[in-house]
């Protein structure tokens, strides 16, 4: 049985941020934004981890809480964009390579309740693995920025 985990007064900052409203209610801001079109968007994460900073999410730009509810299409166009950044991020950041995790309910590590694929930049050694919890720290709108104007530079008019 599929249910939601989203509170009845959820105000979903995902779906804030894709429509690039400004508000308490979400750590997204417009310049967080790398990539968009009319299935999905793609900006760098909020939160930073480790020696990992920079990591984007591919978000659908409709509501659907988890892998559950996902129609294809939008999970074919994200994985599509995810190849995209993923390839990017490898020219922009210089790293050595990719990881990629996509969590859904709250047993699975889940939040905020809107389905979101992330891509981490990896170094050689950098302990993604043993830091991704204990070294996540919240990055400035301003910080943020300067890792989506690499990512942007790169992807050009793909």
């Known amino acids: 049985m599929i249910t939601t985990h989203a509170p009845a007064t959820y105000r979903c900052p995902i779906c804030l941020g ?28 909020s939160f930073f981890v480790g020696v990992n900073s920079g990591h984007v999410i591919v978000v659908p730009n409709e509501h659907y809480e988890s892998i559950h509810t996902l129609p294809s299409a939008y999970g074919h166009r994200v994985f599509d964009v995810a190849q995209k950044i993923a390839l990017a991020m490898k020219d922009a950041y210089q790293c050595d390579g990719i990881t990629t995790r996509q969590n859904n309910e709250p047993a699975g590590d889940q939040h905020p309740f809107h389905y979101h694929f992330h891509i981490f930049p990896r170094y050689n050694d950098d302990g993604f693995n043993a830091v991704q919890l204990s070294e996540k720290r919240l990055a400035g709108a301003e910080e943020r920025a300067e890792w989506a104007e690499r990512l942007r530079g790169e992807l050009g008019d793909n």
Not at 34 to 40: A, G, H, K, P, W
């Open 18 to 45: 894709v429509q690039g409203i400004v508000s308490p209610d979400t750590l997204i801001r417009p310049t967080d934004v790398v990539y968009q079109d009319e299935l999905v968007t793609a900006f760098i994460n």
